[in-house]
């Protein structure tokens, strides 16, 4: 790990658009300096502290026993400032991600990622882009901190992003890129509701990648799928079981790329929960459930875990850069839509209009033509009639023509003014429609004329931010590392905070040898503790763990009175 930092804060240093003499004022020259600068940064948690201003009025010897002294506020910040300026945060974030990805899963194996987002608050009166908090239950400025682990919840890495940003936009191109930083393939990933949407199923059906999440929507009866095979139990779930499926309604299957999957208890007809994604062809059905389910021991309560003991949801710096406002924009082009639909269907309804007034028109000259007609021929049935009265020649047959002839007239009149009050009847309906399209239309046009798409807003520079993420990623796998290989048994469950508080702010004193380090901690109170440590203390001695000096060191817990 030590040489990763170094070799990745070297070479970027070395990479920095600077001149060569700003980047050696930027850099830190002196290595023991520049590792006890960043040794406070990536302790503070440990010692009690959450920001570096914190350590203006900090009296601890938490920090002084490592180094004879404790920075200072401003020493430290500086330092922050000039990593930040080097911007060393994303790069250290890969190269400490592929020493993360050896040191837990060696190899070159495929890895099965869990991804999720955190969502930490940024309180600020001035216009900043917003997100849904879900910590707080309101939309509010922030940060959105994408966290990925490994099985078993081992940390792999985080990368600070604005808080507007979609999983379904950065989570595929953030797998290509890592699975080339790591240099193994990437089998799936699993991740919450955020990426079940249709959006996210189709970025990695373009990129022909796999993932595992859940739909979000409630309230899906089993009436709404065709079932794609027969029920069968969930592994390792008895009480449930699980079949794929896919959309009854053929606009929805039309558009869908997921591979749905529904499980439900044994007890129900309904789903009680939807799986989507691409699954790949090895995965078996029945084990859905299960993987999915690994999500809360996995990341959730690894997240919790930050939280708790590594502040993850502190805010360092507040440097910004104004940008366009984007929700600003989005909200724009959003009413744009609904602006559109509007205008088109204000069209429909004018061009429906000028067809039934054409029509209107057509039936009223084809009605005169055929009056016309009508007309015509009655008068000749009339010269007939009376040629043949004044011949004295019989009638009959010539009184039949004309009633016929009356009838025609009459089914002729009868028809155009039906078919004219039916035009008419559309006519009004229609121009109804159509100021109620043209008030829709100015009403939305006038919402969306209340979006200002040339305003500006600040958005917070998240360098500084993406360093100190990479530290508490950092300590989180450090300790994880130690519990999982020095702790004993009994204490291998610790999370972070409980470890701080348990272990190590346990007061005791340190002797500094030129060959070895002795730390000699204070008894504990309760006898499981004492014995715990003690076993703990043995499997770190058996291990030979040296300081960055190649100093043995040696640890042990004082004998309980």
Not at 5 to 15: D, G, K, N, P
Not at 137 to 144: A, D, E, L, N
Not at 207 to 219: K, T, V
Not at 455 to 472: F, G, I, S, T, V
Request: hydrophobic share 35%; proline share 4%.
């Amino acid at each position: 790990m030590t040489t990763t930092i170094e070799q990745c804060l070297s070479e970027t240093a070395a990479q920095a658009e600077f001149e060569p003499r700003r980047t050696k004022l930027l850099w830190e020259q002196e290595v023991n300096t520049r590792w006890a600068k960043l040794d406070h940064l990536l302790y503070l948690p440990v010692v009690g502290l959450t920001r570096p201003r914190d350590l203006y009025y900090y009296q601890g010897q938490g920090l002084q026993v490592l180094y004879g002294f404790t920075y200072k506020y401003l020493t430290v910040e500086h330092f922050l400032g000039r990593l930040t300026r080097l911007e060393v945060g994303y790069p250290l974030a890969e190269a400490l991600a592929q020493t993360y990805s050896q040191a837990w899963y060696p190899g070159h194996s495929s890895l099965i990622l869990f991804a999720d987002w955190h969502i930490k608050p940024h309180w600020t009166k001035h216009p900043t882009h917003s997100g849904h908090v879900t910590m707080w239950g309101r939309v509010m400025p922030g940060t959105k901190q994408l966290l990925l682990n490994g099985p078993d919840g081992h940390l792999l890495g985080a990368w600070d992003m604005v808080i507007d940003l979609h999983l379904s936009q950065v989570l595929v191109d953030l797998e290509a890129d890592l699975a080339e930083v790591l240099q193994r393939p990437l089998a799936y990933t699993i991740c919450d509701s955020d990426g079940g949407g249709l959006p996210t199923g189709q970025r990695y059906a373009a990129a022909e990648r796999f993932y595992l999440s859940r739909l979000a929507q409630p309230g899906y009866t089993l009436d709404d799928f065709e079932l794609r095979g027969e029920w069968q139990p969930a592994t390792g779930d008895p009480e449930r079981e699980v079949v794929a499926a896919g959309w009854r309604d053929p606009v929805k299957a039309a558009a869908e790329v997921r591979d749905l999957v529904l499980m439900r208890r044994l007890s129900d007809v309904n789903p009680t929960r939807i799986y989507a994604g691409r699954l790949p062809p090895e995965l078996n059905l029945a084990e859905v459930p299960g993987l999915y389910r690994q999500r809360w021991n996995h990341q959730e309560r690894r997240i919790r875990e930050l939280v708790n003991g590594a502040n993850l949801n502190a805010n360092f710096g507040y440097t910004y850069q104004t940008v366009s406002d984007r929700t600003q924009q989005r909200q724009w082009v959003e009413a744009q839509t609904q602006v559109e639909v509007s205008q088109q269907r204000l069209t429909l309804h004018q061009t429906a209009l000028v067809n039934l007034r054409r029509q209107l028109a057509e039936l009223r000259h084809s009605y005169q033509q055929q009056r016309l007609a009508w007309t015509v021929s009655l008068t000749d049935l009339q010269h007939y009639y009376h040629h043949r009265q004044q011949a004295g020649q019989p009638l009959r047959r010539c009184q039949q023509r004309l009633a016929r002839h009356d009838r025609t007239g009459a089914t002729l009149t009868g028809r155009y003014r039906r078919h004219r009050q039916r035009l008419l009847r559309q006519l009004r309906q229609r121009r109804q429609q159509g100021l109620t399209a043209q008030t829709e239309l100015n009403t939305r046009q006038a919402v969306r004329d209340t979006f200002d798409t040339a305003a500006l807003c600040r958005q917070r520079e998240l360098e500084k931010d993406q360093l100190m993420l990479n530290l508490q990623i950092l300590l989180g796998n450090l300790h994880d590392w130690t519990r999982t290989h020095y702790f004993a048994p009994v204490w291998q469950h610790l999370e972070l905070d409980t470890a701080i508080e348990l272990i190590y702010r346990k007061p005791g004193r340190v002797r500094w040898g030129t060959q070895e380090i002795e730390v000699v901690l204070e008894p504990y109170r309760y006898p499981e503790h004492q014995q715990a440590m003690e076993e703990t203390c043995r499997r770190f001695n058996a291990a030979n763990v040296r300081w960055r000096d190649d100093r043995l060191l040696r640890i042990r817990v004082a004998p309980a009175a």
